[in-house]
């Protein structure tokens, strides 16, 4: 494979000027960006799929149709568990009432009793918090609502910018041979080839991601001894592909049976706790390892790369900006001017000398 020619040799401080130029340019253009992202993932993982229909005999137009809707039924099913995981909560919402009720009274003698604080003291106190909190819960509520709106907007256009980029996936190749000189041609096409090979590892990467983080949860949840860990620990795993909303959904039932089941405080805080530490295993140690190796990526790199994806885009940014860095290395492999940047993103691994 030869690298693009070029006389241009990239200083440190060029590519940091770059760099700086287009995270502006995705801060401040992520609405548009955010989706075509996601689209151009999911392209790229049904472009197999849809070729090998194509060859096949089944149109273009069906066989696009047929891998969108396969994505959507996965992402239904998703939203199936979440919504299970409410049902479930809402049933055992009288019980929770009637807990949340008693431990109150416990709190309110606890206080009264060792702090010589008074039932109408404890009352004013939370009638001020409450009024104090007002304006923040007010806030909240507006952010929830723009988030699920922005949510919303994303599964709409998702689907429609993925099936768009499978249609018109031959034009686009051709204007993007057609920006560089002939010669370059086939060293973009090799890079394309590689770039999907990336988002395939990528996903083998996050298969195992959820799989440790599901035996995580549920070794965690046996050990303090809340009931069917295994499948409160998978569900869990599953539901944290919805960033933050997910896993919140997800806790709710195991946090309530263990509160009703075992009559105790305790046994909630442990389920949170195991989920937190579980979290930040997943974010800065084993995401890191099980998609940074096979996307052959450094995990300093990998850990500094989700971080500045959480500021940028946020959640989105985490998932989305590995993959993106990947096919920075794989351009910066090919181009004679970025080789820097393509040893300070990889491994580091010494070529034995013949």
């Given at each position: 494979m030869m690298p693009i020619p070029t006389n241009k040799k990239f200083s440190v401080l060029e590519i940091l000027q770059y760099t700086v130029l287009i995270s502006i340019l995705l801060y401040f253009g992520k609405p548009l960006f955010i989706p075509l992202s996601f689209a151009l993932l999911i392209s790229f993982i049904l472009y197999p799929v849809c070729k090998w229909m194509e060859k096949k005999g089944i149109s273009k137009s069906i066989s696009i149709f047929v891998s969108i809707f396969g994505i959507l039924l996965f992402f239904g099913a998703l939203l199936y568990l979440l919504f299970l995981q409410l049902i479930e909560f809402s049933n055992e919402w009288q019980l929770l009432k009637v807990k949340l009720l008693e431990t109150g009274k416990q709190w309110s003698i606890y206080l009264s009793e060792q702090f010589n604080l008074s039932s109408e003291k404890q009352s004013l106190f939370l009638k001020?918090?409450?009024?104090?909190?007002?304006?923040?819960?007010?806030?909240?509520?507006?952010?929830?609502?723009?988030?699920?709106?922005?949510?919303?907007?994303?599964?709409?256009?998702?689907?429609?910018?993925?099936?768009?980029i499978l249609y018109y996936r031959q034009l686009l190749v051709d204007v993007l041979c057609h920006i560089f000189s002939s010669e370059k041609k086939e060293t973009i096409r090799e890079i394309l080839i590689q770039t999907i090979h990336s988002y395939y590892d990528f996903i083998k990467g996050m298969l195992v991601v959820y799989l440790l983080v599901g035996l995580l949860n549920s070794i965690g949840l046996a050990l303090i001894g809340v009931p069917h860990p295994f499948l409160f620990g998978f569900i869990a795993s599953i539901l944290t592909f919805i960033p933050y909303v997910g896993i919140l959904i997800s806790s709710l039932l195991p946090i309530t049976i263990s509160w009703i089941t075992f009559?105790?405080?305790?046994?909630?805080i442990g389920v949170i706790a195991v989920f937190s530490l579980v979290q930040l295993i997943e974010a800065y140690i084993i995401f890191p390892l099980a998609v940074g190796k096979r996307l052959k990526i450094n995990t300093l790199v990998i850990i500094v790369v989700i971080i500045i994806g959480g500021i940028l885009w946020g959640a989105a940014g985490m998932i989305l900006f590995i993959p993106f860095v990947s096919i920075a290395k794989l351009i910066a492999e090919k181009t004679n001017g970025l080789k820097t940047l393509a040893i300070l993103l990889g491994e580091g691994e010494s070529k034995k000398r013949d």
């Open positions: 001020n918090a409450l009024n104090n909190s007002g304006a923040q819960t007010i806030l909240f509520i507006q952010n929830t609502l723009s988030s699920l709106s922005e949510s919303v907007f994303y599964l709409l256009i998702i689907p429609i910018y993925s099936a768009l009559n105790s405080i305790w046994y909630p």
